[in-house]
């Protein structure tokens, strides 16, 4: 299909749920070059970012920022990816596909809006990725447990990607290490670390041991509801912020990479 444009239009005050999703759907399934589209993740990711270009700014994690985790995912191999918000596919079919190239066996996208979901099943499948890439539709805490409870063996996943809502990185985080989704080895990455940010995850994974630890104790036993996770304070990260541009082309600092997680220490 050609070089895609290099940047969307600008995100707006409203930037999402406002219809573009199922304009995005129908311009890719009517799309003119539909032969050279079906089968090609390039081909469906050039299309979605000519959308972006030409019709209406898209939420994804664009060509610029994604390329820095499709080459993390070429050079780690990991065999298992998470992703944590998966608006309509973008980034599931871009890394979904390095994956599957890097010699991995499963890429799960968590979504809660139903409507993103099957718009994301739908482009997965015209990327020819659905026996690959997994769209789990459902509120993301929920979805975690679940897979939480139905792995076999260990229950580390060796990447997860965050691109959910920015004020609930750190809580996930915390609920992910509770379950053992993330562990010794696995890596954390969070995109918008710098636009909108969260400080606090920030802080935390970049926080000793010893000041999790106290940090926790006073909530240890109070917590009933299930809606507050106080995560596993041993688990230590390496923390990396990565320089990178939004869709529309504007410069940030983002994403951050946490990238070990490989050094689970015992309070001494």
């Known amino acids: ?9 600008p995100q707006g005050e409203v930037f999402h749920n406002d219809g573009r999703e199922d304009a995005l759907l129908k311009f890719i399934t009517t799309h003119p070059r539909q032969a050279e589209i079906k089968g090609s993740p390039e081909a469906v990711l050039a299309a979605i970012d000519d959308f972006g270009h030409t019709q ?29 918000g998966g608006y309509v596919g973008y980034s599931a079919i871009m890394f979904g596909d390095a994956l599957r ?5 499963k890429y799960v996208s968590l979504e809660m809006n139903a409507k993103f979901a099957a ?16 769209i789990v539709e459902g509120p993301c805490r929920e ?12 229950k ?41 940010g969260n400080p606090q995850y920030s802080e935390y994974v970049r926080a000793p041991v010893q000041s999790k630890v106290e940090a926790r104790k006073p909530f240890v036993g109070c917590v009933s509801d ?3 996770s106080l995560g596993n304070p041993y688990l230590v990260y390496e923390s990396t912020i990565f320089e990178g541009l939004q869709p529309s082309g ?16 015992q309070l001494m």
């Open 1 to 9: 299909m050609g070089a895609a444009p290099a940047f969307y239009k």
């Open 56 to 84: 209406d700014f898209l939420m994804t994690v664009g060509g610029y920022k994604g390329k820095i985790v499709s080459e993390l995912i070429a050079k780690e191999k990991p065999q298992s990816v998470l992703e944590i």
């Open 101 to 105: 190239k890097a010699g991995g066996r």
């Open 119 to 134: 718009i994301a099943r739908a482009l997965v499948d015209i990327a020819a990725l659905s026996g690959f890439v997994e």
């Open 143 to 154: 979805s975690l447990r679940k897979i939480a409870g139905n792995s076999n063996g260990s």
């Open 156 to 196: 580390a996943w060796d990447m997860i990607f965050l691109d959910h809502s920015k004020i609930s990185y750190l809580n996930d985080l915390k609920l992910c290490e509770e379950l053992g989704i993330v562990g010794p080895g696995s890596i954390v990455v969070a995109d918008d670390m710098y636009v909108p």
């Open 226 to 228: 299930g809606g507050l």
């Open 250 to 265: 504007l410069p940030v600092r983002d994403p951050q990479l946490t990238p070990s997680c490989s050094d689970l220490k």
